[in-house]
């Protein structure tokens, strides 16, 4: 056989699926698409997690819109964390350009506009469903884990939350935790020693700091109520389609504490509200995680090894978990080792640094025959991507360079208008918009430390009036006590003896 037929019958052998599988575009051999041989990811290993990556404008974003309408298509609901903005248009059906057509041409592919249902998240006060959860949901070892605490601080984060499951004070937002650090340092030092030991001023005052930090990145507008129901990810449309849901972050590019705080709390409470899968036909929901090195960048060890956790545990839930970035070694070797589908898009090679980012990239693909893994990284062209995946069998498939199918949906952001007829048709904006402020651990201690005041005010006034009363005799008393004197001094009994002495003599 010819080069290309046993390339052909490589590629089909590697990529065939039993199942129902998602087709990704054709093959790519010397520079041409093979219009014969289909890149095909079966279903069933979606939950395997991925990496999509690539250097700026070689067609990343487009790779995640064909990605998702395919799971949509498939009845699986997205999860899409759309940091630079630029993904909304799934919401609407694309148009056939002569570019595209000649494309599908060329890969053997039928192309067709569709649009997919979408749902617009928030983590701010910009328009769509607000997405919030309470401190009590992350727990202590979560929530320290976020604030990056050590051992000592971490204890105390437990003590608070014992503290306020033991007397009944809900941990809503970051207004309550704050109160708590400040009454168990101050009015509450003595209750807090009695019950659970004493706490250092110096470590509350770390905490403090930390909690402060993370406010001013905007997790105040994060924690509080209504908390977000994962169930709601998960829906289906009257067509069968998967809701393609996109959080909207471009106003957090600046916020990566905040980013990877939701992040993480996202994936833990899917983790433990999601029933064990096992190996299921097809996953409960795919996560985009876009732009992921704000995550990685300023993750803590203790963080980033929470994360990794996460990913290993949360595919036996039927979660798919994948990381879009620019560059491979972005992600760290750990999750890196977890995901089983890679698509890589072109990396460029402008310096030293560069080129040695591209060696590594190329030995964490199968070695091929066919290509030479570190020349074609860099001259791949813009909607063309190396892809491995993982077979039915769990065996890695051979590497393949793609020609990406197009988006069947607008290539373009959502106009303002278009982005609120979306919202005012949306069952879950109306759901979550409301912000609930319910009694929680500052009200209650806040009432608590009044009240405190008030029965010491009152206690005070009372000893004061006690002593005000010995200190102020009456004018009676005060006058017979002058009098008393006054008969009793002994001026005034001579001079009565005087008096007396005078009128016997007479």
């Known amino acids: 056989m010819s080069k290309k037929e046993n390339f052909i019958q490589d590629i089909n052998n590697g990529y065939q699926s039993k199942g129902d599988a998602i087709i990704l575009g054709g093959a790519i051999l010397d520079g041409e698409p093979i219009a014969e041989a289909h890149v095909k990811i079966p279903l069933k290993t979606l939950n395997r997690h991925g990496l999509i990556a690539g250097a700026t404008g070689t067609g990343k974003t487009k790779t995640i ?3 998702s309408e395919q799971l949509s298509n498939a009845g699986i609901p997205v999860l899409m964390m759309d940091i630079k903005g630029d993904f909304s248009g799934i919401a609407k059906e694309g148009k056939e350009e002569g570019f595209i057509t000649e494309r599908h041409a060329k890969i053997d592919i039928p192309y067709n506009v569709a649009a997919f249902p979408v749902e617009l998240m928030s983590l701010s006060k910009q328009n769509g469903v607000r997405l919030r959860a309470t401190v009590s949901e992350f727990g202590p070892v979560l929530f320290s884990r976020i604030l990056d605490l050590n051992d000592t601080q971490a204890g105390v984060v437990s003590v608070i939350f014992k503290y306020c499951d033991d007397n009944n004070m809900p941990l809503l937002d970051l207004k309550d935790i704050k109160k708590v650090i400040n009454y168990i340092t101050e009015e509450g030092k003595d209750e807090i020693a009695a019950s659970y030991g004493k706490i250092s001023t110096a470590t509350t005052g770390t905490i403090l700091r930390k909690i402060i930090e993370l406010e001013q990145q905007g997790a105040d507008l994060f924690f509080g109520e209504k908390s977000f129901e994962i169930d709601d990810l998960m829906r289906i449309d009257e067509n069968g389609k998967g809701y393609v849901n ?3 972050l471009t106003d957090i590019q600046d916020k990566p504490k905040l ?3 939701f992040m993480l709390s996202l994936l833990a409470e899917i983790y433990q509200q999601m029933p064990e899968k096992g190996d299921a036909e097809q996953p409960e929901l795919v996560i985009f995680i876009d732009e992921a ?7 803590s060890k203790v963080l980033l090894e929470q994360i990794e956790t996460i990913v290993k545990l949360i595919r036996s839930k039927g979660i798919g978990v994948y990381f879009v970035t620019q560059n491979p070694m972005d992600v760290p070797s750990g999750v890196l080792a977890q995901l089983g589908l890679k698509i890589q898009h072109a990396l460029r090679a402008f310096t030293a640094n560069d080129r040695q980012a591209i060696k590594k990239t190329a030995d964490n693909y199968p070695t091929s025959a066919y290509y ?13 991507a190396l892809v491995t995946a993982l077979n039915e069998k769990g065996v890695p498939t051979p590497l393949v360079a793609t020609m990406m199918r197009a988006p069947m949906s607008r290539m373009d952001i959502l106009s303002a208008d278009e982005i609120e007829a979306i919202n005012s048709k949306s069952k879950l904006v109306k759901k979550y918009s409301e912000e609930i402020d319910r009694e929680s651990a500052y009200e209650i201690l806040t009432k608590k430390i009044e009240n405190a005041q008030q029965a010491n005010t009152e206690q005070a006034e009372a000893q004061t009036s006690q002593r005000q009363s010995k200190a102020e005799p009456s004018t009676a008393s005060v006058v017979g006590k002058s009098v008393l004197k006054v008969v009793t001094s002994a001026t005034f009994i001579r001079g009565v003896f005087g008096v007396l002495s005078k009128m016997f003599k007479k």
């Open 246 to 248: 996109i959080i909207r």
């Open 259 to 261: 980013f990877s705080t």
């Open 372 to 384: 030479k893994t570190d020349e074609l990284l860099t001259n791949l062209g813009i909607g063309e």
């Open 65 to 67: 819109q064909v990605f």
């Open 293 to 299: 090195h704000l995550i990685f960048n300023e993750a």
